[in-house]
């Protein structure tokens, strides 16, 4: 079933149109986190939700250690990417590369993999915070 929602939310890939939500922790875990940082990014788009949602699907405790926030940063350039349509369309590459391999192994909490050497999401770890 899970594997269904995120193969439906990947299909909002190329939606730029503005979430109605403003940039904030969305979490609500069992366990106390405190997410490092604040991002300059106010708002985000639905590419970005839907990306930030199936963080949530996959992950449903312990989110907070992977993505505090709906922002998404270059790690070699330490900046925040969600307004780079370019660039969250290729992080998108990485989620549907790991659908493919949660398909094969039946197993969605291994296959996938927020954060990458090229991009991962702001305030998880203090590395992750932007210039």
Known sequence: ???????KLLKFKGD???????????????????C????????YNMQVDALYMIN?????????????????IDWKTKTEINNRRELIMD???????????ARKTGRITDSFRFNTKKYAWYG???ETLSN
Request: positive net charge; aromatic residues 14%; hydrophobic residues 35%.
């Open 124 to 126: 998880a770890i203090e």
């Open 56 to 72: 949530k699907i996959v992950r449903p405790e312990g989110i907070s250690m992977y993505s505090c926030f709906p922002v998404v």
């Open 1 to 7: 079933m899970k594997l269904v929602i995120v193969e």
């Open 91 to 101: 992080y998108y590459k990485v989620y549907e590369k790991c659908l493919k391999v």
């Open 16 to 34: 730029t149109s503005l979430c109605c939500r403003k940039v904030n922790r969305f979490f609500y875990e069992g366990i106390e986190r405190t």
């Open 36 to 43: 490092v940082g604040r991002p300059k990014t106010q708002y």
